[in-house]
């Protein structure tokens, strides 16, 4: 038995224990401090009593409450975006060109976007820029709370315009293993328009094969830090920037609480979920109803219509709000109204270069060294799987996307005391693992489909010219599938470059990026600072994408059929 035959054999159990392990640890490490035990805090016995603490916390049942919409209504909108616009532009020239620029959108941070849509819509953004004062009469900004309004719909925002192109890349990557075209059709020849052939014959077998993409967008946007940091409310904030905060606090008794807080973000994003199934049974029912009654829906230009409208809506704020950061970060001096800057400078760049080199490297070194080892382990599982057929079941893919659907905050706190406890806390290698918990599953979901897509005629000819599997593997299949490998880990370069929350928590403030450098410059309200950071945040993932493009034409130029 050839030596990569065994490191095949020892890819799932091992990437099994490298994405439950810290799971089960971080959540263990959660709910025994939420319960009083922590002996080096003095907790020696279990109790209630922080729990109850908890309920007593002013505002505490609004953060949660809040959280929960946040999550719904983010997934309930970014969903019927995707959905109406798969319905109405699928096989069209118009779904080509949106399907090309979803690898730019995706690689584009969520803090980053979030920065952007801020500097867009804030009282003296961009938007109030280019209208003043000639349509608002406004030659000061107006006293608008727009960016942290207590009802989160600027954060709603700003996570809508970022779920949507994964959301869009996911169904996607789920229609070929649907009979989409003929479905289409069949619903056309019988007279149904084309949101109602793809409503009531081809959206049922479709949200099977992406309805557990859907509950990790419900969990994250119900947990997430960073962007509620930028855009949420302040007073009260979203209970997972509570937890942060009581965290951070000096008074060590409070991480007790924080625990419990946890525990409770793990129940809210349940919650979410829970009635997410709900509001999935209301949308079967309401479309078997509207199917049995007979409608067509012949007349959805309309809706169709505002289909593309959100889509590239959705698009158009992403791009100009990265713009609009880049144009701070060289901007010197820029009072409102102004369209733009007086003169233009890089005395920002110069200043925070400097500083920048630091968590510049230490992005660039976690990101390459998780993507890889993500890389190499995807690439053996799937290599076992497509030895022994087996592994594409449901229960694989819910391990796979386990740890997108648990809330990061309800086990990196426990992460964050067993790395104190064994004296990892702060250690490049802790980082790397915390990071690969959530850019493996990233890796191995954009790789899976191209490799199980690829034709086993080739491995067969290879194997019948005397080819071992190891060699076929290296010098056939690989090649060939190039251009999947590197969008692969691009994915996952852009997924650790984007990590807040396991960064700070892990890092313990000692190992910063370029991403919790860039959040924790929101406080300050510098306008041309965050421009760099957060532009600098947004060019890494960038790059990724254009090597992953790039490199193949280059390195098969003399190959034209690996070079598609």
């Given amino acids: 038995m050839t030596g990569g035959v065994r490191l095949a054999r020892l890819a799932p159990p091992l990437t099994l224990a490298i994405l439950l392990g810290p799971l089960a640890f971080g959540l263990a490490g959660t709910a025994l401090p939420a319960l009083g035990y922590l002996p080096e805090l003095g907790g020696v ?7 109850s603490a908890l309920t007593q916390v002013p505002g505490i049942l609004r953060s949660a409450v809040l959280s929960i919409l946040i999550g719904l209504v983010t997934t309930l909108v970014s969903l019927a975006a ?57 030659d000061q900004p107006p006293d608008l709370l727009i960016v942290n309004d207590p009802w989160a719909l600027s ?52 949200y099977q094969q992406v309805r557990l993409a859907v509950f990790a967008v419900v969990a994250y946007a119900s947990s997430v830090v960073d962007v509620a940091l930028i855009l949420g409310p302040h007073l009260p904030p979203t209970l997972p920037v509570r937890l942060i905060d009581w965290m951070n606090d000096p008074d060590l008794e409070t991480r007790f609480l924080a625990s419990a807080g946890a525990v409770a973000q793990l129940g809210v994003t349940l919650t979410a979920l829970i009635a997410w199934m709900g509001l999935e049974r209301i949308g079967r029912m309401l479309v078997c109803s509207s199917r049995q009654a007979g409608q067509r829906w012949q007349r959805d230009m309309a809706l169709r219509a505002g289909a593309r409208t ?61 993507t890889l080892i993500a890389l190499v382990l995807t690439i053996l599982c799937l290599e076992r799987e497509y030895e022994t057929g087996r592994g594409r079941g449901g229960g694989a893919l819910l391990l796979i996307y386990l740890p997108l659907i648990v809330p990061q905050i309800s086990f990196m706190f426990g992460l964050q005391v067993l790395s104190i406890w064994l ?16 850019v493996l599953p990233y890796v191995f979901l954009s790789l899976s489909d191209p490799w199980r897509a690829h034709d086993r005629r080739h491995d067969l000819i290879a194997a ?41 928590l892990i890092g313990a403030g000692r190992l910063t990026t370029v991403t919790t450098e860039a959040v924790a410059l929101a406080a300050g309200g510098n306008r041309r600072a965050i421009g760099v950071y957060a532009f600098m945040q947004t060019l890494l993932p960038f790059l990724a994408f254009a090597i992953a493009t790039g490199l193949p034409g280059l390195v098969f130029r003399n190959r034209r059929g690996l070079r598609v």
């Fill in 45 to 51: 016995s279990f109790t209630t009593a922080h729990f």
């Fill in 82 to 138: 995707v959905a109406a616009f798969v319905a109405s532009d699928l096989g069209t020239s118009g779904f080509t060109r949106m399907r090309r620029m979803i690898s730019p959108l995706l690689s584009v941070p969520h803090a980053a976007a979030a920065f952007g849509l801020a500097f867009l819509i804030a009282p003296s953004g961009m938007i109030m820029r280019l209208i003043s004062p000639w349509l608002t009469g406004y």
């Fill in 155 to 206: 954060m709603m925002a700003g996570l809508i315009v970022k779920e949507i192109p994964f959301l869009f890349l996911v169904t996607l990557a789920a229609l070929p293993q649907t009979r989409h075209v003929e479905t289409m059709r069949l619903g056309r020849s019988l007279g149904y328009g084309r949101i109602a052939s793809f409503t009531f014959l081809l959206w049922p077998p479709l």
């Fill in 310 to 370: 959100v889509m590239i809506a959705s698009a158009a704020i992403v791009f100009g709000g990265i713009a609009v950061l880049a144009l701070w970060s060289v901007s010197g001096l820029w009072q409102f109204p102004d369209a733009l800057p007086s003169n233009f400078s890089l005395r920002s760049w110069m200043q925070a270069l400097p500083r920048m080199s630091g968590p510049l490297a230490t992005t660039l070194a976690v990101a390459v060294l998780s």
């Fill in 423 to 438: 004296g990892v806390d702060a250690s490049f290698s802790a980082l790397v693992l915390a990071h690969l918990v959530f």
């Fill in 464 to 504: 019948g010219l005397g080819m071992s599997r190891t060699r076929t593997l290296i010098n056939i299949r690989l090649p060939m599938l190039t251009r999947a490998i590197l969008t692969a880990a691009a994915v996952g370069f852009s997924v650790s470059v984007g990590q807040y929350l396991p960064t700070v």
